[in-house]
Every structure is written in structure tokens, then in C-alpha cells.
């Protein structure tokens, strides 16, 4: 195929190809920096839709959110300090595992709190009803 | 006794859930407290939408208080609350600073001449990055900065004449007093 008809192929290949770029127009060095920032924008809220994270949202603000996060990145900056600037100014609500401190000490303690309250509980019951029961039987019972 | 206690734990759960019910009645959930509140307003310094070529900053707004409102001409909400800024907080005193934002200037000043300016000045943030400084989310939103340049006061969403009476007017009563006091 000469050059000249190979063109209107070529050229039809590269529109093909644009589109995806246009979605997010970031460049990583290596497959490890796209996985870190994958993985973070995935523990990361999106407060435009709030059911979504910040990696799977099209809103605008994610957009440029997820721009921010890159360039943090970018600038050497840890995923717990990206974190931390996000929360900084959007509220521990951004992250999806919510940090421990005394105002969610009821989010974290509580499940647990209450699994050994319910263990407790029916250990009680138990010891009380296998008492009962030997207090049942008579000294004349036969084992 | 005991045979109360799984009644008591029944009537604890109901007491619950219908807190729950109340809460939600009574919150909006898309709303996100914002973490600035009684922080330093974030530094900004950005091109005025009239003047492009002069720059307003932070520093240059202390010393007195200010109502930074957070608009764009693509945000429909922003035109329910223009006539109501215009109408209802003009009036109170209150410098009011238009953060024009994610938008296009030439937009901007278009929506400004059809709907009228009811602004002291007008910044543009057209990468929208002193927005998230300012952990903005959805516009329209306004921050209350007092003449110290701590945020007092936040709103997201729309003011609304209620609104206005029963949580703008009390924080500015609020920021009158301890300047009075400071002052000799």
C-alpha cells in the first residue's frame, strides 16, 4: 500500500485513538506511578457524586481533582500527605477509610464493642442455664 | 428484670432509628461541614474580572470582612441566588467579593451585564485551584472571612431571604461585636 492511500488510514486510526486521551490527559512515567494513582484516587470520594471515587467520576471537579492529585504526586508528595492536603480542605469525608480519632472512635469501637457484649451476654445465659440444670438433678439421680 | 432487657434493647434500637429519621429530615446530606471554618481563609491572589491586568489578594482584603461568594455563568443555582444577593445582602453592609470560578471571563462579564453586578470586585479562578483551596464543591458557596481573614461562616448552596435572617445576619452581629471591642 503506497503512502498516499495508507493516509485517510492513518488519519482515521489517529481520531480513533484522541478520544481516549481526552478522558484524562495524564502521562506516567511507568506502569508503578499510573497503579499508585490508580489506587489512590480509588480511596478517594468524589464530592460532586457522592457515591462515586474520585477515580471512576466524570465530574468536572474530579477532573481537576484528580489533576491536583497528579501533580502532588508529581511534586514527590506521599499518598498519606495527598491525603491529608485533600482532607485538609474537603473534610475527612474525601477519604473512603475514615481516620481514628476521639469523633470516630464510635465508628471503629462500636461493632466490636458490641460483639463482646453479645459474646458476654450469651456466656451469661449458658453458665446460668447449664447451672439450672445440674441444680435439676437430685443427689438420688443416677449418672 | 431480665425478661425487660430484650424490651429495653428493642425500644434503645427504635430510639435510634427514628434519631436516624430526624437527622436526615433535618440535614442536607450532600453537604460536607467544611474543615476551614475558624482557619485562615487559603492565600489567594487572582485577576480581577474587570481589570485583568490588577490582582487581588488575600492580604490586601484584611481588615475588614468580607462575603466571598463562589458563582459562574454555567451554574444555574447562581441565578436563583443572584437576585436575592443583590436584594437582601447588599443591603446588610457586607463587602461582597464575587470568586468567579471555573469559568470563562468573557462569559462571566456577559452573565454580569444580563443579570447585573451585585459585587465590590470580582476575582476569576479560571483553573478553579483557589476554589479547592477553598474546598469549594458545588457553586454557588460563600465563605464569611472576618477582618482577620479567618473564615467564620460557610454556606453551600444557594442563600435563600430564611437563610439570610436565620444564619448570615446572626454571624455578622457576631463579627461587629469583638471588632467594637478591639477597637479604641
Redesign the interface.
Known amino acids: 500500500m503506497t503512502l498516499r492511500r495508507a493516509a485517510p488510514w492513518l488519519l482515521a486510526l489517529h481520531l480513533c485513538a484522541t478520544p481516549a486521551f481526552a478522558i484524562d490527559p495524564l502521562e506516567f512515567k511507568d506502569r508503578a506511578e499510573e497503579v499508585r494513582f490508580q489506587n489512590l484516587t480509588r480511596q478517594l470520594r468524589c464530592?460532586?457524586c457522592?457515591n462515586q471515587n474520585l477515580a471512576d467520576s466524570d465530574a468536572?471537579?474530579a477532573h481537576?481533582?484528580r489533576q491536583?492529585v497528579y501533580e502532588l504526586m508529581r511534586n514527590g508528595k506521599s499518598d498519606e500527605e495527598i491525603k491529608r492536603y485533600l482532607?485538609?480542605?474537603?473534610?475527612?469525608?474525601v477519604l473512603y477509610d475514615p481516620p481514628l480519632k476521639p469523633a470516630t472512635w464510635l465508628l471503629w469501637f462500636a461493632p466490636g464493642a458490641l460483639l463482646v457484649a453479645g459474646a458476654g451476654v450469651l456466656v451469661h445465659v449458658l453458665r446460668r442455664r447449664a447451672r439450672a440444670a445440674v441444680a435439676d438433678l437430685t443427689p438420688e439421680d443416677d449418672w | 428484670m431480665a425478661r425487660l432487657l430484650p424490651l429495653a434493647v428493642f425500644l434503645a434500637l427504635v430510639g435510634l432509628l427514628l434519631f436516624g429519621i430526624h437527622w436526615n429530615a433535618h440535614h442536607e446530606m450532600t453537604e460536607v461541614p467544611s474543615p476551614l471554618i475558624g482557619k485562615p481563609a487559603p492565600e489567594f491572589t487572582l485577576p480581577l474580572l474587570y481589570e485583568p491586568e490588577r490582582k487581588l489578594s488575600r492580604a490586601e482584603l484584611l481588615g475588614k470582612p468580607y462575603l466571598l461568594n463562589v458563582f459562574g455563568s454555567w451554574c444555574p443555582t447562581c441565578q436563583y441566588e443572584h437576585p436575592i444577593l443583590s436584594a437582601n445582602v447588599k443591603p446588610l453592609g457586607i463587602a461582597l467579593i464575587g470568586l468567579d470560578w471555573r469559568d470563562d471571563p468573557d462569559d462571566a462579564k456577559r452573565w454580569l451585564g444580563r443579570f447585573g453586578n451585585p459585587y465590590d470586585a470580582v476575582i476569576t479562578d479560571r483553573d478553579g485551584r483557589t476554589g479547592i483551596d477553598f474546598g469549594v464543591y458545588m457553586a454557588p458557596e460563600s465563605f464569611l472571612v472576618d477582618a482577620q481573614g479567618v473564615i467564620r461562616y460557610k454556606r453551600i448552596g444557594m442563600f435563600t431571604p430564611e437563610l439570610i435572617e436565620r444564619e448570615l445576619k446572626p454571624k455578622l452581629a457576631e463579627l461587629a461585636r469583638p471588632a467594637r471591642a478591639a477597637a479604641p
Not at chain 1, 87 to 93: K, T
Request: glycine residues 0%; without cysteine.
Open positions: 464530592l460532586v457522592q468536572e471537579l481537576e481533582l491536583q482532607a485538609a480542605r474537603y473534610n475527612d469525608f
